[in-house]
């Protein structure tokens, strides 16, 4: 009975193991972000995360970097008579803050991944937009347009480089300089193996945006003390010009 | 990178030298005209990224230092008339309060961007238009060897006569004339509410209205310009970061770096130009801001989806 019992159990684990066992030869491993913590200080002009990991040879990879999703209102200009004024107000729900398709390279990569419900025409199914006298389809065009210009959404063909492979697995690295207007939050780099021109294991590594030092200071400080910090505001405003009045006296006459 | 600089609020990082030099050109045009600049510079911070509502708070702070530097100058070289400021304050503190109540209003009913953008082209077209014709006409009547006309004579409008009908007239030393206090009172409640409305310290409609209505003497009504929008915008400093939080600091101090600076080098300018000179630089400025106002409101924008929130 005790054997029967050991039988069983061994075959329960083996069971257990074998499906995840499966899924991890095509999953990618080791997924690291470098640095997977960006800080925002007063000299930051936007920051290079490298994204590397291990996946089969005969598989590929994209990779997706997506931002906290964010409730937005929007303007809608329209033209009336000579002029453009703003006709409606429009609502976009869960809309990623930012999304970066880091793609290898290839001619028909960003058709490929279309096809595979990846990169930004996707993210049409997720955003939810409020009902207008406009077309949902042309208010997603102008939203695109409206990101594209911020640099926050783009697709990144040739991004993705592959290393020699070796036991059947070869390493892969991805690069992207995410922009000065990346706003602080929790990020998702998200990859997701291509078998055979299908959707294979996907793999997440959780990115953090954060303000640290002087930024952080001044931040919190107009968050928490808003008086003290509009005060604070007007002083030094007026002790700078009156500096600067005062140095100009002093340089000669006037 | 050395030179770019992360702004905290607006959440974008900008070049340093684009930044202090954007300031100095707005300095500039403080001391040298007595106006803010804040219609200027907003719409240019705009153009480099900054979020619109933070632009035009953190603007009115820079506005602050710009403003207190240029009336120092002022000050020191007797061009302030206090008196007459006093009552355009209160005036424009009575205002500005009724006009953010209009832009609550407009907001409810809708398209209040469209009226203010509208409001800014009817009045800078009808004071840029008569600003240059008149400077045009003054330049041209001192060239020629003619009698020379005392300012204002001739003109002995209506409007004269109804000024010296109202009651409690007083003399304003510093600008020479005798006037109502009714009128800086009412002029600066007039101001003060179509500066609540476009967003502005209002200097750039408070000069012409003291030249032609109050008919004071340029140089006073530069430095005294100064006096009222250095009060103006400490109340919309202080007013933004408690209810917007809108100020940023770091952005208001790059370009106070600048305008202070600027502020010093017109205020000595000021003196050197000739005033129908001085006149006509401010017309030109004023009515292309008009045509650029105008443009946005007439040409295609590139993308018609925009963040609500805007100024």
């Known amino acids: 009975m005790r054997r029967f019992a050991l039988v069983i159990l061994v ?54 970097i997506i931002g906290p999703q964010v409730n937005s209102l ?50 049409k199914q997720q955003i939810g937009i409020s009902r207008t006298e406009t077309t949902t389809d042309d208010i997603f065009h102008m939203f695109l347009k409206l990101k594209h210009s911020e640099k926050l959404y783009d697709e990144l063909p040739g991004a993705v480089f592959y290393s020699a492979s070796e036991n059947g697995r070869r390493r892969f690295t991805a690069t992207c ?18 078998v055979n021109g299908k959707r294979g294991a996907e793999l997440s590594h959780d990115l953090t945006v954060q303000e640290v030092g002087f930024v952080e200071m001044v931040s919190r400080m107009a ?32 | 990178m050395p030179w770019t600089i ?7 990082s900008v070049a340093l030298p684009i930044m202090v030099g954007l300031g100095f050109v707005v300095g500039l045009l403080s001391g040298l005209f007595g106006v803010g600049g804040g219609f200027l510079m907003t719409p240019l911070l705009i153009m480099i990224g ?45 205002g500005g309060t009724g006009g953010v109540q209009i832009i609550k209003i407009l907001k409810a009913m809708g398209n209040a961007d469209f009226l203010i953008k509208i409001t800014y082209v009817v009045m800078l077209g009808f004071v840029g238009v008569y600003m240059f014709q008149e400077s045009l006409q003054a330049l041209r009547s001192t060239e020629t060897p003619k009698a020379i006309p005392a300012e204002g004579k001739g003109k002995d409008s209506m409007y004269v006569r109804l000024m010296r009908a109202l009651p409690w007239q007083t003399r304003f030393e510093k600008s020479g004339i005798v006037l109502s206090p009714l009128v800086p009172l009412f002029l600066g409640g007039l101001m003060g509410m179509l500066a609540a409305i476009m967003g502005v310290g209002g200097g750039f409609i408070m000069v012409p209205v003291m030249v032609y209505l109050l008919r004071m003497p340029m140089h006073v009504v530069v430095g005294t310009s100064l006096f009222q929008v250095l009060f103006t915008c400490i109340d919309v400093t202080i007013m ?46 004023v009515l292309l801001v008009m045509v650029k106002m105008l443009l946005s409101l007439v040409l295609t924008p590139n993308i018609l989806l925009s963040y609500h929130g805007g100024h």
């Open chain 1, 11 to 64: 075959c329960c684990a083996g069971l257990g193991v074998a499906p995840a066992g499966f899924a991890q030869t095509n999953a990618p491993t080791a997924l690291t972000v470098s640095p997977d913590v960006l800080n925002v200080g007063l000299f930051f002009s936007g920051g290079e995360i490298t994204i590397t990991g291990e996946i089969p040879v005969s598989s590929d990879v994209v990779v997706e």
């Open chain 1, 74 to 123: 929007f303007d809608l200009k329209g033209r009336i008579g000579p002029f453009w004024l703003t006709r409606e107000k429009v609502d976009l729900e869960n809309a990623p803050a930012l999304y970066i398709l880091l793609l290898p390279s290839g001619p028909d990569w960003e058709q490929k991944a279309t096809a595979l419900n990846l990169g930004i025409d996707n993210l």
């Open chain 1, 177 to 194: 300089r995410l922009p000065s207007s990346t706003a602080v939050g929790k990020y998702t780099v998200k990859t997701t193996t291509i």
């Open chain 1, 223 to 254: 968050s928490e003390s808003r008086l003290t910090y509009g005060v604070a505001a007007v002083l030094i405003a007026l002790f700078s010009g009156a500096l600067m009045g005062l140095l100009f006296k002093g340089g000669g006459g006037h």
């Open chain 2, 6 to 12: 992360y702004l905290p609020i607006a959440q974008h």
């Open chain 2, 50 to 94: 900054i979020p619109p509502t933070v632009a035009a708070a953190s603007d009115s702070n820079q506005i602050v230092a710009a403003s207190a530097s240029g009336m120092y100058a002022h000050y020191r070289l007797g061009n302030v008339d206090f008196k007459m400021g006093v009552y355009l304050l209160i005036g424009g503190i009575l």
């Open chain 2, 240 to 285: 933004q970061a408690y209810s917007n939080r809108t100020v940023d600091f770091i952005l208001a101090l790059l370009l106070l770096i600048g305008s202070t600076f600027g502020a010093q080098v017109g205020a000595r300018l000021s003196t050197r130009l000739k005033e129908d000179q001085l006149k006509i630089f401010l017309a030109s400025l």
